[in-house]
């Protein structure tokens, strides 16, 4: 990767040299070796701070979202999630192409910074807790899907097994056990709402957990409240998430969000697709469920 992190810096001094853009958003080195973190550049000299290494894990799209109102141009370095997250913010009309220069990198798959710490400090040390995080684990599109340009070798997915194995043994549930196993599970959510804030498709200048007039869902940690948190937030990404996982790994509590999310993305294929989300720039296109077709499939009402 060291070759990588020297592309890196090479264009981002290049971009600031050029005054081709005004900031540019990559990662630097955390106070933790097993630690990068995204970091906002100004200055040429400042380029050396930037790393691509196997703990830059971050999808950095969704801090475009503090610069949407402003007129500045950025350089982005973007994996594939990242990618597909730039695309979400254009299509949503929440951010200018013209504004972004897109700098893409084919990932090669991302470590999990707390199960390599804890393998190198000898707790847990398993093998599996030195290989891919879990969001990397599952992804199909390692590869920017929209850059003006490319640095390093296209990678191939790192899928393992199949994509939707989880969805379909809980699909093979009854009733009665979905029921408990999704209280199980979001009992345990203590409404910090790091999953929400992570989120490049939870992109709405109003958010609907945020008003309180009327407040439509109740601000307490109880399962109803949970599920209602949890039911609505899915349904507003449904179509448009773009499985970047940000959500799930960001959680404090381990709860499996994308477990929701690719039951959503299913049906959203069976339903509307094939379908994928944000996989290209096309002008005008709208997720399936932003759109009214008279032949849409309403049996579910
Ligand atoms: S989800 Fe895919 S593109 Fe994103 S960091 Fe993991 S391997 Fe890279
Ligand atoms: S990040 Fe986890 S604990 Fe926080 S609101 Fe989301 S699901 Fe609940
Ligand atoms: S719901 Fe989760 S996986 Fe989907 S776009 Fe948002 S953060 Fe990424």
């Excluded at 040429?44 to 610069?67: K, M, W």
């Excluded at 899928?159 to 009665?176: C, D, I, T, W, Y």
Aim: aromatic share 8%; hydrophobic share 35%; glycine share 8%.
């Amino acid at each position: 990767m060291k070759e990588l992190t020297d592309r890196v810096r090479q264009t981002a001094r290049k971009l600031l040299d050029g005054q081709q853009v005004d900031l540019v958003l990559g990662w630097e080195k955390g106070p933790e070796p097993f630690r990068s973190q995204p970091v906002f550049i100004r200055e040429p000299e400042e380029a050396e701070q930037l790393v691509f290494d196997e703990f830059c894990i971050h999808n950095l799209s969704t801090f475009l979202l503090d610069y949407r109102d402003g007129q500045e141009k950025i350089g982005i370095f973007v994996k594939g999630c990242d990618s597909r997250g730039v695309v979400r913010l254009i299509e949503d009309n929440q951010f200018l192409r013209e504004r972004l220069y897109i700098i893409g990198i084919g990932c090669p798959g991302m470590k999990d910074p707390l199960a390599a710490a804890r393998a190198a400090s000898g707790l847990n040390g398993t093998e599996e807790n030195e290989g891919l995080a879990a969001k990397c684990r599952e992804c199909m599109y390692p590869n920017p899907v929209l850059y003006d340009e490319l640095i390093g070798d296209e990678q191939p997915p790192h899928l393992e097994g199949e994509r939707f194995a989880q969805v379909k043994k809980l699909e093979g549930m009854s009733a009665e056990e979905r029921w408990q196993f999704f209280s199980d599970m979001f009992s345990r959510c203590i409404r910090c709402y790091a999953c929400r804030n992570v989120c490049v498709a939870c992109n709405c200048r109003r958010c609907i957990f945020d008003e309180t007039r009327p407040q439509w869902v109740g601000r307490e940690t109880n399962l109803m409240d949970n599920i209602g948190y949890h039911v609505i937030r899915a349904m507003h990404v449904a179509g448009r998430c773009v499985e970047c996982g940000e959500c799930e790994r960001v959680c404090p509590v381990g709860i499996p969000l994308m477990l929701l999310n690719r039951k959503l993305i299913k049906d959203v294929n069976e339903l509307f697709g094939p379908y994928e989300a944000s996989l290209k720039l096309e002008e005008e296109a709208s997720p399936p469920l932003s759109v009214y077709r008279p032949d849409d499939p309403d049996n579910f009402l």
